[in-house]
């Protein structure tokens, strides 16, 4: 029993002080209509896989063969405004790689070759910021018709602030439930004296 602490209190401060990689790879195929997605903790461990389509009423998420969520375009501008940035991350890298049809087309060219100068402007801009970032920005042109993103980007996360944000959103959720529970019980109270 004297282990689990001391092993609990190790991997708690391993956590804590030392960086968290957290790496997303993305894959959209614009004519399949979906796009996959993988999450990982040190390209290791993997957190969530699963794929995502576009419907009439919002993104579905499908995480496993009967497991599914969809997150409603209404919800997606109000979760915006609630989306607060922290100083808990850093980027750590972003490549893309851009497939397009069209290589015959002299517009798909200079498309593509908008696309390349747009990624190293960008990159001189993040290169600014955060010194350590690797970004790359390619595209392929094939002569079939076609437009596929590739996504891969790493983010190394502060566990410390981590560790605050999630506190203060349990606690967040556990007023918000404290609310509710008495604004229940007042409304009760208010029904059995409206009887009597």
């Known amino acids: 029993m004297g282990e689990f602490f001391v092993y609990s209190f190790f991997f708690g401060a391993l956590f804590t002080f030392f960086p968290v990689f957290v790496y997303a790879d993305?894959?959209?195929?614009?004519?399949?209509?979906?796009?996959?997605?993988s999450l990982s903790l040190?390209?290791?461990l993997r957190l969530l896989k699963g794929?995502?389509?576009?419907?009439?009423?919002?993104?579905?998420?499908?995480?496993?063969?009967?497991k599914a969520f969809i997150l409603p375009f209404a919800e997606m501008s109000s979760a915006r405004k609630k989306?607060?940035?922290?100083?808990?991350?850093?980027?750590?890298?972003?490549?893309?790689v851009l497939e397009m049809g069209g290589a015959e087309?002299?517009?798909m060219c200079m498309i593509a070759a908008a696309i390349r100068a747009f990624g190293g402007a960008l990159y001189g801009i993040a290169k600014e910021k955060y010194a350590t970032i690797s970004l790359q920005n390619n595209v392929i042109l094939y002569e079939e018709s076609r437009?596929?993103?590739s996504v891969q980007?790493?983010?190394?996360?502060?566990?410390?602030v981590l560790s605050m944000a999630l506190g203060k959103t349990i606690?967040?959720?556990?007023?918000e439930w404290m609310r509710k529970k008495r604004s229940t019980a007042s409304w009760k109270r208010r029904q059995r004296s409206s009887q009597v």
């Open 153 to 160: 980007t790493a983010t190394v996360f502060n566990g410390l």
């Open 42 to 44: 040190y390209h290791r």
């Open 171 to 175: 606690l967040e959720g556990i007023i």
């Open 51 to 66: 794929y995502a389509q576009l419907r009439r009423e919002g993104i579905v998420f499908h995480l496993t063969k009967k």
């Open 83 to 96: 989306f607060e940035i922290t100083q808990g991350f850093q980027p750590w890298r972003f490549h893309q």
């Open 105 to 107: 087309d002299v517009r």
């Open 147 to 149: 437009l596929r993103v």
């Open 26 to 37: 993305f894959y959209l195929d614009v004519a399949a209509n979906k796009g996959w997605f």
